[in-house]
């Protein structure tokens, strides 16, 4: 299996009480197919992973291998946690729900040494035949796998691709598919062979960002273009950003949970003028 093409962190619909609105997911996950993803992660921590219950995850999980059978679109679930026994049991009910992949996070605020996170790795990988997509990002977890590590993980054989969030020292790694973590990195992640991206502005310019894979002489100009649209996106947590900004355009997916909250009034406004930078609400 190959982990590729523009693949959105999706957001977690919510109800107006704050529980999970399933029919609603199901309503994004097809617009998203629609609008230019090719697979999606879901649960993750644009998706508010952090605050779902594992049943809420798991039934998120069914319903986008429900609605992406079909449609040759693949999705990844994010299993990975700080704690090596529930990041088990986590991918094990992924794998049950029928997802193509596992994202999977270095163990964050424990720190655990590099044999730990070897360990770690290598006990979720035994537990299924799922395939696993590393995340490294640093500046979240406070750990960071160099590329000799990421060599190293790479051998495993279930470990087939690396969701890099690092910007120092990208290089593509043998053994793995090399995934964009952030939106900005994804125009140097496909120059260096990479396979994708795993991203956020494509909840909103999928289609766009699609074309600097298809149209490699014209990505510098297509990055830069979209340039402004990642930094308006990136005034709020993902979460909130990205809900305020669907809801801008008609398509309430409710309000993040606490910790996270709706964005403030000078960042909703930065939000809208990104929208209109892109012309976005005039499709409305």
Known sequence: MVFEGIITAMVTPFDEDGSLDEDGSARLIHDLLDGGSDGLVLGGTT?????????????????????????????????????????????????????????????????????????????VAAATDLPIVLYNIPQRTALDMPNDLLAELAGIPTVLGVKQARYEDLEPIEGLDLLAGNDDMLGRVLDLGGTGGILVASHLAGREMRRMIDEPDRREELERELLPFYAALSVAPAAASVKAALRMLGRDVGDPRLP??????????????GLEARGLLERV
């Open 47 to 123: 998706g508010e992973g952090p605050t779902l219950t594992d049943d809420e995850a798991v039934a998120l999980w069914e319903i986008g291998t429900e609605v992406a059978a079909g449609r040759g679109a693949q999705v990844i679930a994010g299993t990975g946690t700080n704690d090596t026994r529930h990041t088990i049991e986590f991918t094990e009910r992924a794998a049950a729900a029928g997802v193509d992949g596992a994202l999977v996070v270095t163990p964050y605020y424990n720190r655990p040494s590099r044999a730990g996170v070897v360990a770690h790795y290598e006990a």
């Open 260 to 273: 996270i909250v709706a964005p403030a009034q000078s960042e909703l406004t930065a939000i809208r003028q």
